[in-house]
């Protein structure tokens, strides 16, 4: 009896789905993430602006390099790997 198994199976999803419409319906709707404040620094790497959080650029200085940069110090320059001896 194939189909007395499905309903079986039926009622398993069933019992799972409330659980987990619950979980969705217990997180937290629009909660209004606090906006950093922000400012905008010029890339001393590639001379764009960005628009940074002004925490993490307090005490920078001129020298701000943007998170790209940072990330990516070497997109000017091939890699060491990728040169030809
Ligand atoms: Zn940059």
């Not at 039926?10 to 969705?24: A, E, T, V």
């Amino acid at each position: 009896m194939s189909r007395r198994k499905d309903r079986e199976r039926f009622l398993q999803l069933k019992q799972q789905n409330p659980g987990y419409l619950g979980f969705r319906g217990n997180a937290p709707a629009a909660v209004a993430a606090p906006v950093p404040e922000l400012t905008s620094m010029l890339c001393t790497v590639c001379q764009r602006k960005r628009n940074v959080p002004v925490e993490s650029v307090s005490g920078a200085g001129e020298d701000f390099v943007c998170i790209r940069c940072q990330d990516d110090p070497g997109q000017d320059h091939p890699a060491p790997g990728e040169q030809n001896p």
